[in-house]
Antibody
Framework: QVQLQESGPGLVKVSETLSLTCTVS????????WSWIRQPPGKGLEWIGH???????NYNPSLKSRVTISVDTSKSQFSLRLSSVTAADTAVYYC??????????????WGQGTLVTVSS | EIVLTQSPGTLSLSPGERATLSCRAS???????LAWYQQKPGRAPRLLIF???TRATGIPDRFSGSGSGTDFTLTISRLEPEDFAVYYC????????FGQGTKVDIK
């Protein structure tokens, strides 16, 4: 079955750019959308954004000015860049396969998550 | 932005009991775009229910969802030991938001 795996630095300095990649295996990257979601330690879930195979994106308005999500279908990967990070961006970052239809929307499955700590 | 408020914050129940979790939206949500997820400590969330009442693949039928408009409910008919976890509702439409979660713990 399809599996997702996040990768990237676990430590990022304040004001720098957080960069993560999600590798999709066991299934096609086509016909789905792909999302990033984060969870600060001990807190709830926050949607960051998603990307369609066409390359069009949809971002959380609260993060939109700092977020870029891209996809590389040839590598079955999609990526997240979050600029000008602060301590508030410290979180477990999840990637997730997404399906958006006329009568449904879901995230399934999710990657295992990767903790990114922002430190000065 | 639609705010989802889940209640109660914590639900303390015994195995075999019925759990009823509430998700209330600040504005009307399409039934097509309301989902529920389960998260266990140190694990990624897992999709339980989408489109308000459709169980995801492999989800046992003790889990059910219902609701419309601004009020949605996740019901676990008889709690199994593996059901003690945190549950999140999520809407898509006016942007995308999650509720703050309801923790179901063992009484």
């Amino acid at each position: 079955q399809v599996q997702l795996q996040e990768s990237g630095p676990g430590l990022v300095k304040v004001s720098e750019t957080l960069s993560l990649t999600c590798t999709v295996s066991g299934g096609s990257i086509s016909n789905y959308q792909w999302s990033w979601i984060r969870q600060p330690p001990g807190k709830g879930l926050e949607w960051i954004g998603h990307i369609y195979n066409s390359g069009s994106t949809n971002y959380n308005p609260s993060l939109k000015s700092r977020v870029t999500i891209s996809v590389d279908t040839s590598k079955s990967q999609f990526s997240l860049r979050l600029s000008s990070v602060t301590a508030a961006d410290t979180a477990v970052y999840y990637c997730a396969r997404t399906k958006i239809g006329s009568w449904y929307f879901w995230f399934d499955p999710w990657g295992q998550g990767t903790l990114v700590t922002v430190s000065s | 932005e639609i705010v989802l408020t889940q209640s109660p914050g914590t639900l303390s129940l015994s195995p075999g009991e019925r759990a009823t979790l509430s998700c209330r939206a600040s504005q009307s949500v399409s039934t097509s775009y309301l989902a529920w997820y389960q998260q266990k400590p140190g694990r990624a969330p897992r999709l339980l229910i989408f489109a308000t009442s459709t169980r995801a693949t492999g989800i046992p039928d003790r889990f059910s969802g219902s609701g419309s408009g601004t009020d949605f409910t996740l019901t676990i008919s008889r709690l199994e030991p593996e059901d003690f976890a945190v549950y999140y509702c999520q809407q898509y439409g006016s942007s995308l938001t999650f509720g703050q979660g309801t923790k179901v713990d063992i009484k």
